[in-house]
């Protein structure tokens, strides 16, 4: 049983570039969300899906982010014009019905 | 106030000793409970749930939670050099289905 899945690893961004991270849930998971990690600082919530739902978008920038879960395909995290301010570990986790959540290895974006 | 603090660390125990990770929470409301380690440039991995108040044991790993007191912990027996990481402590409003609130994390280094 694969686990979360987030691709790319690793992703470098010219400022002002848009930058898509793909989050592929576990199976069985309806639950995805995403989370950021700026260096050497904690893991700050930024939205949760359900299939083709935004069920909470209260961590999420108001402008340049955005966030879907479509009916097929990955979870996709999508940052506009990118900024230095954007550098940081995107990590994405999923759960089934239950409050635990797993997560993925995680999208390192580096601006540049 | 914080919702979810924890001892910023960093904590160093010598190997089989007991290491002691603290975490009070701010929303008496809180329903579930959780632990991830993460080692350096690594995601956060689920170790311990915990749910009703008291105890629950997992190998080495014991989780407490004192819901009165607000107050979540985790202690590691026989501690390892392998156990070195930062331990994140989450905590989630419900029991399934809606976002985890991380604290900082604490370090904890084993010692050979």
């Known amino acids: 049983n694969a686990g979360v899945m987030q691709n790319p690893r690793h992703l470098v961004r010219r400022r002002g570039q848009e930058a898509r991270l793909r989050c592929s849930p576990m199976?069985?998971?309806?639950?995805v969300y995403w989370y950021r990690q700026l260096p050497e600082e904690g893991l700050k919530f930024m939205v949760y899906?359900?299939?083709?739902?935004?069920?909470?978008e209260s961590g999420m920038p108001k402008e340049r982010f955005s966030a879907e879960f479509p009916k097929e395909g990955p979870s996709i995290l999508r940052i506009q014009q990118v900024v230095r301010g954007d550098s940081a570990a995107y990590f994405c986790?999923?759960?089934?019905?239950?409050?635990?959540?797993?997560f993925g290895q995680g999208t390192r974006l580096t601006v540049v | 106030q914080k919702e979810v603090e924890q001892n910023s660390g960093p904590l160093s125990v010598p190997e089989g000793a007991i290491a002691s990770l603290n975490c009070t929470y701010s929303?008496?409301?809180?329903?579930?409970f959780f632990w991830y380690r993460q080692y350096s440039g690594k995601s956060p991995e689920l170790i311990m749930s915990?749910?009703?108040?008291g105890d629950k044991e997992d190998g080495r790993f014991t989780a407490q939670l004192n819901k009165a007191s607000q107050y979540v912990s985790l202690l590691i027996r026989d501690s390892q050099p392998s156990d070195s990481a930062t331990y994140l402590c989450?905590?989630?409003?419900?029991?399934?289905?809606?976002?985890?609130?991380f604290g900082e994390g604490t370090q904890l280094t084993v010692n050979p």
């Open positions: 989450a905590v989630n409003k419900e029991t399934s289905g809606s976002r985890l609130t």
């Open positions: 199976k069985g998971h309806s639950h």
């Open positions: 986790a999923s759960s089934p019905q239950g409050a635990e959540a797993f």
């Open positions: 929303d008496r409301g809180s329903q579930s």
């Open positions: 915990i749910y009703s108040n």
């Open positions: 899906l359900q299939k083709e739902n935004i069920i909470d």
